[in-house]
Structures are given as C-alpha cells and as structure tokens.
C-alpha cells in the first residue's frame, strides 16, 4: 500500500514523464554486468584448481561462462539469440532438449562399451581357439574335450555377442528415430556405422575361411590370413572410434573452454596430439599383424632380438614390401619400433605442453595418456617375454584400445569451440592472487 502512494506521487510529480525517461536514459547508459560480477567472485573464491577432479568435471559443463551484455535493454534480445546459435551455430546432434541428449549419449556409450568388450572377447577367442582342421592335427592334437568345449563356446560366445550389439544398437535407434531426436546428421553417421558393424560379420567370416586351407608344407603353421586378421580388427577400432566420438559429441557439443587464453593453447595441443594418435592408431594396426603372423612367439627377447638388435632376414621375402606383412622378424621389429615411437612421442606431447596456459581437464587427459602409455608398452614386453600368455595378451590388447580412447578424448577435448562461445569468453580466467 505504502509503495502504491508512493508510485503515484513520482507519477503526480512527473511533468511530461521527464523524471522516468531521465531514469531509463540513465538506465540504457549503464553498464549492467551482474553475472560477470558473480563469476569473478566465484573464480576469486573458488580459483580454477589444477586437479584431475576439476579438469573432467568441467568437461561436462561445455560453454559454463557466458558473456552478459552491458546493455540491460538488449539483455532478452541476447538471451533469445544465443539460443538459437545454439541450435545453429553449434549444430546440435540431438533434438528434443537436455533429457534426449542424455538418452542418445547413454545408448552410444553403452554401443562402444559394448563394442569394447567385443574386442576383448575377440582377442581371448583368438588367442585360445581352433580356426580349422589342419590347426588341430598340428598345433592342438590330443585336445581332450573339455579343452575343446572352452574353446567351442568362446567362439560361439563372441558370435552371439555381436549380434546382441546389433539388437543393443539397432532397436533404440529405431525409437529415437520415431521420437524425432535423430538429426539427419546423426543419423547418416549412425547408419554409417550400422552398416560397417553389419559389415564386419562377413570380414569376421573372411577371416576365419583364410585358415581352413591346408599350408603350404607340413612344417608350416597353419593360421587365418594376417591381412584379413588385420582387416577384421582395424574394422572393429574404427567402429568403436566412430561410436565414441559420437557419443562424446552428443553429450559435450561445446570443448571445455573458459577463456581465450584456454583456447589458444588447446589449439597448439592439437597441433601435437593429431599426430601422436595417428602414431597409436598405426602401432595397433601393426599389432593385428602380429597376432596373425604369431609373431609374439619368436624372439622373446627385450631389447635385443634373440642375440641381436635387428635380426638378419627381415628382407626374405620378395617383394620387400611383403615383408612388412607376412615376415615374422620384421613384423616384429616393425612393431617394437613403433610401441617406443607412441612412447615417445606421448612424452614428447607431455614435455612440450606442460608449461603451456590450458585447460585443467586437457592437462589432466595428457598426463592420464602419458601413463597408459606406458602401462601399455610394459604390457607388451610382458608379453613377449612371458611367451604370450592368454592373461597378458588380452589385457595388452584391451590397453591398445584404452590409449586409444585417452587419444580419441583428448582430440575431442580439443576442438575449437564455436563463434558464438568464442565471443563470450574473457582473455584470461581470473583467479585470486
């Protein structure tokens, strides 16, 4: 009652409106910034910490600093655009709001971890099972049939485990196609990959068919083809690699970035992790040719190979280039050279970066990177000296495709962040002093 008096005073007082309009004139000139206001007494209070626990918990949060304008006038006007950069200029993978892109994003990390744990399988059946008739006359004769029982159902676990990945990936498709949360962008990747996950099925076939021949000679090993052994598995990583960077798009449309200064050093990151994860990606194609040349049995030795450091026929076989393929030495040694190489470059990134002014949750992956990196060589050398043993074999494979993960998330992580989110960003994240 009493603010009602006292309105209609001002308004009785107001000649020709002068003492509002003086008062919105005054209003439209001042520079209104309570948000920015708040977030510097958040960040003075509560300084960006350098922890691993702050850098990923801000990779969920995506452009968590935004600008408010000066202009109270314009302040809705804002609010309206940035929505609908964030639709457009962001280009969204999902539509439906916050609750279908937490859906899409758990089904496609639920796809990769599925596809994970496909490789995994896929690595204990190779390592334990009989692909054909003449591998059981030579190498497994006089398998009792317990032994054969293992062996029969962890082929035939690995089979039904990738269909039930085709149910698991096509029938909460086919919802969210219907419930409209599907872009058409999202759509053609999903498809995409659909096919390659049908697609590998038949290269799983292909390969398998490879070894029921007979060998050349009675000394000969038999086993499946290196190059179809190395197709079916380079298949498999990839659709595993499209899937999760899918899903981290899903869920993480915007790189963590809180300011300027963050984006530039992601950016010379970049310019060093893009070719340390092509590195990774060659030495586990390499690996594939390892297993399908059973290179892992000779030279169980480190560093040297036996009593050398290169041994003497790497260059049999002719042509040269088949030697890079189907030579056990070389293979080998192609191999060793590039598990140091992924080392060392990893370190490299970790040394040339360390000094830089970067995100908490991209200094957090290198360094988490770094370890797995050199968890996964010693897992290789544990390995080979060990005569590969089914343990350590399949956890060394498992560790290929963790560092390839790291990789795949810290290149994610790098991204550039989109205009809209560049222009609300300050230079530098202010901390207190």
């Known amino acids: 009652m009493f603010q009602s008096r006292v309105f209609a005073s001002i308004l009785k007082r107001n000649k020709g409106g002068s003492i ?34 702050y850098g990923f918990k801000s990779l ?21 655009s940035v929505g609908s950069e964030s639709k457009e200029g962001l280009r969204l993978l999902v539509n439906g709001g916050p609750k279908a892109q937490k859906m ?3 089904w496609l990390f639920g796809s990769a971890a599925w596809v994970f744990s ?15 008739h003449p591998e059981y006359k030579i190498v497994n004769k006089g398998m009792n049939l317990e032994d054969f029982k293992f062996i029969y159902w962890m082929e035939y676990a690995h089979r039904m485990w990738g269909r039930g990945l085709g149910i698991l990936f096509a029938l909460p498709f086919s919802y969210f196609l219907r419930k409209g949360y599907v872009t058409v962008r999202l759509g053609a990747k999903l498809c995409g990959l ?17 070894g029921l021949e007979e060998p050349a000679s009675e000394y000969a090993q038999p ?15 990839v659709i595993y690699s499209g899937l999760f960077w899918t899903a981290l798009s899903v869920v993480m449309p915007e790189p963590p970035a809180e300011s300027l ?4 050093g992601a950016a010379k990151v970049k310019r060093l992790a893009l070719p340390a994860s092509l590195i990774v990606g060659v030495t586990a194609v390499s690996g594939a040719f390892v297993a399908g040349n059973d290179a892992g049995h000779a030279f169980n030795t480190f560093p040297k190979m036996g009593d050398t450091w290169i041994p003497d026929d790497i260059f049999d076989l002719k042509p040269v280039i088949r030697n890079f393929f189907e030579n ?6 192609d191999h060793r050279i590039l598990a140091m190489t992924s080392l060392t470059s990893i370190g490299a990134l970790w040394w040339f970066t360390r000094k830089l002014d970067i995100h908490p949750a991209v200094k957090s992956l290198i360094g988490a990177t770094v370890g797995m990196a050199a968890l996964q060589v010693s897992l290789g050398i544990s390995t080979l000296l060990s005569y590969v043993p089914v343990s350590l074999g399949t956890a060394h494979q498992a560790g290929a495709l963790t560092l390839l993960t790291l990789m795949i998330l810290l290149n994610h992580t790098l991204r550039k962040p989109s205009a809209s989110l560049l222009k609300s960003l300050p230079q530098v994240v202010k901390t207190a002093l």
């Open 328 to 333: 056990t030495s070389t293979v080998q040694l």
């Open 104 to 106: 899409v994003g758990i």
């Open 118 to 132: 496909m490789v995994i399988l896929g690595g204990v059946t190779r390592l334990t099972s009989i692909s054909n």
């Open 261 to 264: 200064a963050w984006v530039r």
């Open 20 to 53: 509002i309009n003086n008062a919105i004139t005054n209003l439209r000139g001042t520079k209104i910034t309570p948000f920015n206001h708040l977030r510097d007494i958040h960040h003075q209070q509560n300084p960006p910490s350098r922890s691993f626990l």
């Open 223 to 237: 086993r499946v083809s290196p190059y179809r052994l190395a197709a079916h598995l380079t298949s498999a990583f």
């Open 60 to 80: 969920s949060k995506g452009h968590n600093c935004q600008y408010v304008p000066s202009s109270s006038r314009k302040m809705s006007t804002v609010a309206a």
């Open 194 to 210: 659909f096919a390659l996950g049908a697609g590998q099925g038949l290269i799983g076939w292909w390969m398998v068919k490879s």
